[in-house]
């Protein structure tokens, strides 16, 4: 069964950080490059972070790039998103996907609020 599940969200202050985490089938997770996106509000949903199958690559959008983390654990099919530095614009609800995406693996994903 293919599965996509978020988690670590959560109200934040800015300045703080946050990590979040992506428990995938493995039978995606193997084979494929990974991303985390993010739907701010009344706003698409963008690529944030993205990372190659091994890991050795890593490619982040400016408006994250020197603050967010990707990391993936091959061995346990996770993905995670080091947050650092947060800023009220990193409000979003963040998914996992492959890169190219797949609209069936669309998960629920997970809601960032960062707010004083």
């Known amino acids: 069964q293919v599965q996509l599940v978020e988690s670590g969200g959560g109200l934040v202050q800015p300045g703080r950080s946050l990590r979040l985490s992506c428990a995938v089938s493995e039978s995606i997770f193997s084979r494929n490059a990974m991303a985390w996106y993010r739907r701010a509000p009344g706003k698409q949903r963008i690529l944030i972070a993205m990372?190659?199958?091994?890991?050795?690559?890593?490619n982040y959008a400016d408006s994250v790039k020197g603050r967010f983390t990707i990391s993936r654990d091959n061995a346990n099919n996770m993905l995670y998103l080091q947050m650092n530095s947060l800023k009220a614009e990193d409000t979003a609800v963040y998914y996992c996907?492959?890169?190219?995406?797949?609209?069936?693996?669309w998960g629920q994903g997970t809601q960032v609020i960062v707010s004083s």
């Open positions: 996907n492959t890169t190219p995406f797949r609209d069936d693996y």
């Open positions: 990372i190659t199958i091994g890991g050795g690559t890593t």
